[in-house]
């Protein structure tokens, strides 16, 4: 569940765009490899390869190889990365949305060229090769689409913000970049003509793309944080009972994810709602919880603040999970999941003090074991195989640049994973045998840009939902993404109704709703709890703990109402919550 104002709305209509995208250039290749084959002028491509080979000279081969070098995947890495690096240190002021747009351009066209090659196998020119030939099909052409991100990327920037003729001589220059790298493209015998265009076509739409989202409008400019005290009103809670106004609070923050002047404004909000005592504990690689543990075993805790992404949060949530401390989210991470599902605004400070204005609710937590694994709860979803390996090699510098986009361009390099065989047990019954590429167990529904992975999870209704993701070739993967990308929508605010075991998109997504859940794996396989990975293993565990977490929020978890249960009895006394045993 995602707000539909702001990032979240950009960002979901990215998803949405690059999926048509990418449907539209796999089915181009189908297109042209199947189809069109046969057809004039395709029929003319192997003699222009041929007639390109045979007048190749020592002149046009050091030219051409140049051109080859500047469109690779370290020249356009390298460039790129000089390019956002200086349109965020340049004076006058960092430019983020700028830096966005280009960093994002090369991102979604490689993304989206790795998918097309996936399902479009076309072998290159049968002419003497001139450069290595990477292992992916010659539909589209890489090395063009990739100039087209960049350098049509940079042309773009130069013609929107710049002033003065000279930008027109400027965007002119780059512009001349990727039609020149498709000529020696075809020169070096790499590429057909028709997988220049192919290449030229993807590049342009992804620009077109990328910058409808992030250049458009206010760009990708950061909502304002509300530093004076004079931002919106907060929401007036509804029910006394809930809770009382002020009290003593820990608060944990991520040094990285939450920033100086983040932290100042949380203080201050803090403050503004009562919060006088504040005992601050950051977190680190060895206590990734600071000293949280040590604050609530002291007593007198009366909120607990967690200013991080979903791994700060996931930490927090185990130490106070059962205590009858309610937890605070300031979502300030990569993928922020909890708090979007529990439709908390995207700016950290607004999203505390909507919280903060209202009431008290108990969400379920996952408690996670296993073998090799010490036990752990989560918040969000567990998961192993193709999303696990997902998260596991995602870039620290591009999530750092990018946010959650670093973990698609992370998939895209999982795709041809092989599938796991896995037996699945649902309250004790049969075991059902099966083969995936990832199996996910989870509190909530929705991923990033609002993605219903798992449209009946909902937070408190005292069981865990469970897909297994298993597309089976080229239909197969098309019937997963549109059904998928179908889902793009914001959750009903009722409450989903537990059924029996579901399939949907050509058997390629099965979902499961169960209190005892049970896979083992058939070979060791990496695992992962709210986007950390653990160690390989052929079990997981999971312990279902109902309304365990009490979660300070504007209105009931899914609702619009901010009416909620009363606090219990004891604060520092741990509940006892009947558990539900799951295993994945």
Same mark, same amino acid.
């Given at each position: 569940?995602?707000?539909?104002?702001?990032?979240?709305?950009?960002?979901?209509?990215?998803?949405?765009?690059?999926?048509?995208?990418?449907?539209?250039?796999?089915?181009?290749?189908?297109?042209?490899?199947?189809?069109?084959?046969?057809?004039?002028?395709?029929?003319?491509?192997?003699?222009?390869?041929?007639?390109?080979?045979?007048?190749?000279?020592?002149?046009?081969?050091?030219?051409?190889?140049?051109?080859?070098?500047?469109?690779?995947?370290?020249?356009?890495?390298?460039? =790129?990365?000089?390019?956002? !690096?200086?349109?965020?240190?340049?004076?006058?002021?960092?430019?983020?949305?700028?830096?966005?747009?280009?960093?994002?351009?090369?991102?979604?066209?490689?993304?989206?060229?790795?998918?097309?090659?996936?399902?479009?196998?076309?072998?290159?020119?049968?002419?003497?090769?001139?450069?290595?030939?990477?292992?992916?099909?010659?539909?589209?052409?890489?090395?063009?689409?990739?100039?087209?991100?960049?350098?049509?990327?940079?042309?773009?920037?130069?013609?929107?913000?710049?002033?003065?003729?000279?930008?027109?001589?400027?965007?002119?220059?780059?512009?001349?970049?990727?039609?020149?790298?498709?000529?020696?493209?075809?020169?070096?015998?790499?590429?057909?003509?028709?997988?220049?265009?192919?290449?030229?076509?993807?590049?342009?739409?992804?620009?077109?793309?990328?910058?409808?989202?992030?250049?458009?409008?206010?760009?990708?400019?950061?909502?304002?944080?509300?530093?004076?005290?004079?931002?919106?009103?907060?929401?007036?809670?509804?029910?006394?009972?809930?809770?009382?106004?002020?009290?003593?609070?820990?608060?944990?923050?991520?040094?990285?994810?939450?920033?100086?002047?983040?932290? *100042?404004?949380?203080? !201050?909000?803090?403050?503004?709602?009562?919060?006088?005592?504040?005992?601050?504990?950051?977190?680190?690689?060895?206590?990734?919880?600071?000293?949280?543990?040590?604050?609530?075993?002291?007593?007198?805790?009366?909120?607990?603040?967690?200013?991080?992404?979903?791994?700060?949060?996931?930490?927090?949530?185990?130490?106070?999970?059962?205590?009858?401390?309610?937890?605070?989210?300031?979502?300030?991470?990569?993928?922020?999941?909890?708090?979007?599902?529990?439709?908390?605004?995207?700016?950290?400070?607004?999203?505390?003090?909507?919280?903060? *204005?209202?009431?008290?609710?108990?969400?379920?937590?996952?408690?996670?074991?296993?073998?090799?694994?010490?036990?752990?709860?989560?918040?969000?979803?567990?998961?192993?195989?193709?999303?696990?390996?997902?998260?596991?090699?995602?870039?620290?510098?591009?999530?750092?640049?990018?946010?959650?986009?670093?973990?698609?361009?992370?998939?895209?390099?999982?795709?041809?994973?092989?599938?796991?065989?896995?037996?699945?047990?649902?309250?004790?019954? %049969? %075991?059902?045998?099966?083969?995936?590429?990832?199996?996910?167990?989870?509190?909530?529904?929705?991923?990033?840009?609002?993605?219903?992975?798992?449209?009946? !999870? %909902?937070?408190?209704?005292?069981?865990?939902?469970?897909?297994?993701?298993?597309?089976?070739?080229?239909?197969?993967?098309?019937? !997963?993404?549109?059904?998928?990308?179908?889902?793009?929508?914001?959750?009903?605010?009722?409450?989903?109704?537990?059924?029996?075991?579901?399939?949907?998109?050509?058997?390629?997504?099965?979902?499961?709703?169960? *209190?005892?859940?049970?896979?083992?794996? *058939?070979?060791?396989?990496?695992?992962?709890?709210?986007?950390?990975?653990?160690?390989?293993?052929?079990?997981? $565990?999971?312990? $279902?703990?109902?309304?365990?977490? %009490?979660?300070?929020?504007?209105?009931?978890?899914?609702? $619009?109402?901010? =009416?909620?249960?009363?606090?219990?009895?004891?604060?520092?006394?741990?509940?006892?919550?009947?558990?539900?045993?799951?295993?994945?």
């Amino acid at each position: 569940m995602t707000t539909e104002n702001g990032g979240a709305a950009r960002r979901s209509r990215l998803v949405w765009l690059v999926a048509a995208q990418t449907t539209l250039m796999v089915l181009l290749g189908l297109w042209v490899t199947r189809v069109a084959v046969g057809l004039w002028p395709l029929t003319l491509e192997h003699r222009l390869s041929e007639d390109f080979a045979a007048h190749r000279s020592p002149v046009g081969n050091g030219v051409t190889e140049g051109l080859s070098l500047v469109a690779s995947t370290e020249g356009i890495i390298g460039v =790129t990365l000089v390019c956002v !690096a200086m349109l965020l240190a340049l004076p006058p002021a960092p430019r983020w949305a700028e830096a966005v747009f280009l960093g994002a351009s090369v991102a979604v066209q490689s993304a989206v060229f790795l998918v097309v090659t996936f399902f479009v196998e076309r072998p290159r020119p049968d002419v003497p090769q001139l450069d290595g030939a990477p292992p992916t099909s010659s539909f589209p052409s890489g090395h063009v689409g990739a100039s087209v991100a960049l350098y049509g990327g940079l042309a773009a920037l130069v013609l929107h913000r710049a002033r003065g003729p000279w930008r027109y001589l400027a965007a002119g220059v780059l512009l001349l970049v990727p039609p020149a790298v498709g000529l020696s493209r075809v020169y070096r015998g790499m590429h057909y003509p028709s997988d220049v265009l192919g290449g030229l076509l993807n590049g342009a739409v992804t620009l077109l793309v990328v910058g409808s989202v992030f250049l458009s409008g206010r760009g990708n400019s950061r909502a304002p944080r509300g530093a004076s005290d004079g931002g919106a009103a907060p929401v007036p809670a509804q029910d006394g009972r809930s809770r009382r106004a002020g009290g003593s609070v820990v608060v944990v923050r991520h040094p990285h994810g939450c920033p100086d002047e983040l932290a *100042a404004e949380v203080r !201050a909000r803090l403050h503004r709602h009562g919060f006088t005592d504040q005992r601050w504990t950051s977190t680190s690689v060895d206590r990734p919880s600071g000293r949280l543990a040590e604050e609530c075993a002291v007593g007198g805790v009366d909120l607990v603040v967690a200013c991080g992404g979903d791994g700060t949060v996931r930490v927090c949530a185990d130490v106070v999970a059962g205590t009858g401390i309610p937890l605070a989210l300031v979502p300030c991470g990569t993928g922020n999941l909890l708090a979007r599902n529990l439709d908390l605004p995207s700016d950290p400070a607004s999203a505390l003090d909507e919280a903060l *204005a209202g009431g008290d609710f108990g969400i379920d937590v996952g408690r996670v074991g296993g073998d090799g694994l010490p036990p752990t709860r989560f918040t969000v979803m567990a998961g192993a195989g193709f999303d696990a390996a997902m998260v596991r090699d995602a870039s620290p510098v591009l999530k750092a640049h990018l946010g959650w986009a670093a973990y698609a361009l992370s998939a895209a390099r999982h795709l041809r994973d092989p599938r796991m065989r896995l037996s699945l047990r649902l309250d004790g019954g %049969r %075991r059902i045998r099966r083969r995936a590429r990832m199996v996910v167990i989870g509190n909530v529904g929705a991923l990033q840009a609002g993605l219903e992975l798992l449209p009946r !999870a %909902r937070p408190d209704s005292g069981r865990m939902e469970v897909v297994l993701f298993d597309p089976r070739g080229a239909a197969g993967w098309l019937a !997963a993404v549109a059904h998928l990308a179908a889902r793009i929508v914001r959750r009903p605010a009722a409450a989903p109704e537990s059924g029996g075991p579901v399939s949907v998109a050509a058997g390629s997504l099965e979902y499961f709703s169960a *209190a005892r859940i049970e896979v083992r794996f *058939a070979r060791a396989q990496i695992r992962e709890v709210d986007g950390d990975t653990l160690s390989e293993g052929t079990r997981l $565990t999971v312990d $279902t703990e109902p309304g365990a977490l %009490r979660m300070r929020l504007p209105r009931a978890p899914g609702g $619009t109402s901010t =009416t909620a249960p009363p606090a219990p009895a004891s604060r520092t006394t741990p509940a006892a919550p009947a558990a539900r045993t799951v295993q994945l």
